[in-house]
Structure formats: C-alpha cells, structure tokens
C-alpha cells in the first residue's frame, strides 16, 4: 500500500474564502467560517485572514467575483499568505484559474478534508479507504494538481509530475483504485467475520457530527483512558469498539465510529462503507449532539441525512445530548423541554463531570434488557454443546440439574431463542 502525505506544508498561512448562497444568513455563513478554520487549524495550518462574499450564482471562471480576486491578491501581499482556503467546492478550472490569478496555492474544502485524513488515519483500513477516496478525487483534477504533488514526490498512489505524464497516471490511478477496492471487499468480509464471532451481545454505535465527544463518551463508559481524544475537528478516524459493563451480567460492545461534517465529501462516505458497518450492525445508535454548540440543530440534520443515505434512518437510536457541563440551568431546562418534540428519545450527559455519563448508563442498560428477556428452559444434561451454546449467546441466571436435565433461566436475544429451540432447547415457560 502507498504511503499517504499531507500537501500541506508545515507552518502554511492561509486566507479563509467563504462564497455562500446570498440566501444564508450572515451568522451562519459566519459559522461556516469558523468551522473552516477549525479544520485548518487540524491540518496545522494559521488562519491569517478570511473573506467572505455572498453570491447569487458562482462566478464560472472564479467561483467568487472578479473584484474579490483582485481584493484577495491585496491581502495576500500583506499577509504573505501561501494558501487559500475555500469553503466550497471548486471545480478543476476555477481552482486553476484561482491558482493562475492570485499566484497562490488554492485549495477547497473536500480537499482539506482529505488532507486531514491522510495524515489523522492509522489502521491499515482506514488508510485505504482515505487513499482509495483521495484518488477518486484528484483523478478529474491531476492537470491542476501536479504542481503540489511534484513537491511531495509522489503520494496517493501516483509517481512523478510532469504534464505530459496524465493519461499513463490516469491509467495507473485506475488500475491502483480497483486494486483497493478488492482490497476493502476483503476487509468488509473479515469484518463480517468478526462481527459473526460476537453473535448474540448487544451492540450500540456512537454516530455523530465529528468533536461532538463521541470518543470522551467512549473513554468513560469503557473507563479506558488510552482511547484518545482531543479537541480538534477529526481527532480520531478508526473505528474503536470495548466492551462496556452496565451491570451484573449486563455486558456490550459500544464503537465509536468516523465523526461526520457538513459537506462531508462523498467519497469518504463511500470509502467509510465498511467501518460505518459497525453502525449497520448495531442494535442501537447513539446519536451524540454536542448542545453547547450554537449551531447543533444543522449538525444534528448533517448526521440525519448521512444515516438515512446509508439506510439507517430506521434503526433504534437514541439521542444523547452531551457537553451539559457547559450550559447555565436555564438554558438546560430549555433544551430538556425541546427535546420532548424530537423523533427519539434523548438522554443528557457531560463526559467530563464525575458521574455524568450516568443517565447514558441506565439507558444502555435497559435497551439491553428489553431485547434479551428472561427466559425458563430445559436441555438434556448429554447436550454440553447446547449448554455451553446457551452460555455464549445468553446470560444464565439460574441453573439446576434435575432427572438427567438441566432447567435454565436465562436472558438472551429474541431472535436467539427460535434458533435455540430448533436445535433442542425446550422452552417450558410458554408452554
């Protein structure tokens, strides 16, 4: 596998250019901003100006008007800026012609993104699927990116600029995105694989916009403080599953998968496919809002849409609204009131004060109780294969051997039982 850089050079200075709708809000576009400087800041990059320029249609040459693109060479030159960073999404000309006009290196959102997942991804799937997603894109904009990637020699894949060299790359780049699809085809069956082997625990995803505190959730629920987390915008990439104790007895698997963001490139969802499984597979989805953030209610439809692309609209979920610690009472009285108006359940939580992932807890808990109710049975005392069967997929709560039998109470998965009582198990408490 190709090993993946940054373009990013240490120490870049950026320009900010934002060029929303004239239709949205200047708070919001504002918002948009200040999100952009945050995944700059994650890629190590100082924000040393912003320009902002609502539009009615983007100008086809340059996206933003001609007037703003002598404005940006001013700045630029007092700045000494070497990067532009545009909160949309360009096409290959108007990056080039961008790049041509102010003499600078530009760049847009989703190749940000991308950037930030090549240098944040660390298992050997998740550089896959940020190679396999970072070829998808550059393959339409190679005759403008060869400038950049001659100065890392290479990267994603590819080897040697040079003009004359684009269709044998675009050739290469094909060849080299099947081969990482066959790759992650065979990932997705291990995985499968996997998940197969855990049969019968209950499973919950922690789903949600990226620096909501999925991972801090994750950390304090599993009491593992060698999960990582940190305050940036993409902290962590890989799906990270432990196991959780709720009770006694009471024991479930808990992932905390990819983070999502507002024009989250379609690649990466697509090159996530199989991590983002772990939430397919789940019994029950976390959906995790960070409610000290002002703009929660657009994060919150970011991630609806993102489950209901990946057909996961109709899979139980709870809303577990995080970061309380930050709100003053009233304002926390208020959420819980709106809250009551929402689709799904809600539960509040701070993962940072001592016993405030509590309420999460009880919850988890009793989602695990309702899908494994008690059961009364007996099996032949000969059937070891059974019993142990039964130990596995079950919680055994109560046992006693009796006339070559062995009667049972135990708490298991509903759709265990039918298979069960096919291979021999008699349920006596329905009879």
């Known amino acids: 596998m190709a090993e ?35 995944l700059a800041d994650t890629a190590g990059v100082e924000v040393v100006d912003r320009l902002l320029q609502r539009i009615d249609r983007p100008h086809p040459k340059f996206y933003i008007g001609e007037g703003k693109v002598e404005e940006l060479k001013a700045r630029i030159a007092a700045h000494g800026a070497t990067l532009l960073l545009f909160d949309e999404d ?52 190679l005759t403008r990116m060869w400038a ?15 003009e004359t060299q684009l269709e044998t790359d675009r050739r290469l780049i094909d060849r080299r995105i099947a081969r990482l699809r066959r790759e992650l085809v065979r990932v997705a069956q291990q995985r499968a694989t996997q ?27 599993a009491g593992d403080p060698s999960i990582f987390v940190e305050d940036r915008l993409f ?3 890989d799906a990270t599953t432990r196991a959780v104790e709720l009770g006694p007895g009471a024991r479930i698997l808990l992932t905390d998968t990819v983070g999502f963001i507002r024009k989250l490139p379609p690649h990466l969802v697509a090159s996530f496919r199989s991590t983002l499984d772990e939430a397919r597979e789940a019994d029950l989805l976390l959906h995790v809002l960070d409610v000290s953030d002002p703009t929660w209610e657009e994060q919150k439809e970011v991630v609806d849409q993102v489950l209901a692309d990946l057909g996961l609209d109709e899979r139980p979920r709870l809303l577990v609204a995080n970061k309380i610690d930050r709100l003053d009472p009233q304002t926390l009285a208020q ?55 039964l130990y596995r997929v079950g919680e055994v709560l109560d046992r006693r051997d009796e006339d070559g039998m062995v009667r049972v109470r135990v708490r298991l998965p509903a759709a265990e039982q039918g298979r069960l009582e096919r291979h021999g198990v008699r349920w006596t408490d329905s009879e």
């Open 195 to 221: 998940r197969k082997a855990r049969r019968g625990l209950f499973r919950a995803a922690l789903v949600g916009y990226t620096n909501a505190g999925k991972s801090s959730i994750l950390r304090g629920l």
């Open 235 to 237: 902290a962590t990439l």
């Open 335 to 389: 959420w819980k009131h709106r809250a009551q108006s929402f689709a799904h359940p809600a539960v509040f939580v701070s993962a940072r004060q001592p016993g405030g992932l509590e309420p999460l807890r009880e919850a988890l808990h009793e989602a695990w109780a309702r899908q494994r109710p008690e059961r009364e049975g007996v099996v032949p005392l000969a059937r070891g294969d059974l019993l142990a069967e």
């Open 90 to 141: 360009l096409s290959p000309a108007q990056g080039k012609h961008l790049e041509d006009a102010t003499g600078t290196r530009v760049m847009d959102r989703t190749e940000l993104i991308l950037d930030i997942f090549a240098t944040r991804a660390r298992t050997a799937e998740a550089q896959l699927q940020v190679e396999l997603a970072q070829l998808q894109y550059l393959r339409t904009r």
């Open 4 to 38: 993946l850089h940054s373009v990013i050079e240490p120490r870049e200075r950026a320009i900010l250019v934002g060029a929303p709708p004239r239709s949205l809000p200047l708070a919001v576009a504002e918002d948009h901003l200040d999100e952009l400087a945050r």
């Open 148 to 162: 950049h990637l001659s100065r890392i020699r290479g990267g994603v894949g590819m080897r040697g600029p040079g």
